[in-house]
């Protein structure tokens, strides 16, 4: 999708501290980026910073482009360009900016916001994880092709995005999120207090009895591969937590939603220590107040890093099953069944790629 289209979306990385602004055509970058201070914490200056990088950008391509497309951090009315409300990274933006109108009056341009983790899947669903799984089903002889994505990035949150039969599903409110679920250990608790990096670093000090020990993710990630001095034990749990709280809000999102799931971010390069507890939540077992036992998600779940697992999600189960009445037969797979893998494109390149997508499926009315 637009990997051959000669039109040029200009495009912005908004982060708390610097902005990086650049340009993409068909799916490729083609300037070179330009890096500000964002001063979030200044409004007016802030959006001075936001006119200066476009204008740097626009001014290197030569060409004019098509349209401006970026994720911006939330709460947000996405549609109409108004980011406001609790922004921890933005606080010049707490009550109520209207950046797409703005930057639209500036350089004469459609503008397209969205949230991060929604052009994140989107991405994945173009260019990433969709593609790649239907594709290596193709070639495993199955007939079998999916259309809907759910995307997260895990981070300095629990990012959430849905893809569903090649749109991007924003919901009525721009409000399509799960980090709001139920913690499983905690009911009056935000799941994303469990997934996300400051829910590693808290595990990791209460197991360790190192409240103040100052590691990020990653230092934690050394210290569970043994690399690094620390308390193993309490970093492989930290990240055993993590993947139960991250599993049980995805067995909620995946049993609603029933697509394959992508996730990435930094802390994705954990999964060896997450994965097990994750699907462990997706594999569970339910029950009736009969007593009846039942799969929690009604799809069966296959891990799609693990090459036998793969295999056996993409084996061919047809049957044929006679047709009451009649002389005939029909085939049928009569297993439900679903996916998770890890981004091989990267959370960045999914996200600027959905910008670019989504700009211009957003021009061509799509």
Known sequence: MYSNDDRVVATLDAGGTNFVFGAMQGQRAVVEPVTLPSNAHDLGLCLAT??????????????????????????????????????????????????????????GLPVFINNDADLYAYGEAIAGALPDINARLRSAGSDKQYRNLLGYTWGTGFGFGLVSGGRLHRGDNSCVETFSLRHPDFPDVIVEEGVAARALRRVYGELSGEAGHGLEPYDIYRVARGESPGDRGAALEAFARFGRAAGDAIATAASLLDGLIVIGGGIAGAREFIMPSLLGQMRGRMRTLRGESLDRVQMKVYDLDDAQEFSRFAAVRTREIAVYGTGRTVTYDPE??????????????????GAYCFALASLDGR
């Open 50 to 107: 936001l006119e200066e990088g476009f204008r740097g950008v626009i001014g290197r391509l030569g060409v004019r482009p098509a349209a401006i497309s970026f994720a911006f951090p939330g709460p947000a009315d996405y549609p109409a360009g108004i980011i406001g409300g609790y922004l921890p990274n933005f606080p010049s933006f707490r009550d109520g900016v209207a950046l797409g109108p703005f930057l639209t009056e500036r350089f």
């Open 336 to 353: 439900k069944r679903i996916g998770i893998t890890t981004s091989k494109i990267g959370a960045s390149t999914a996200i600027a790629v």
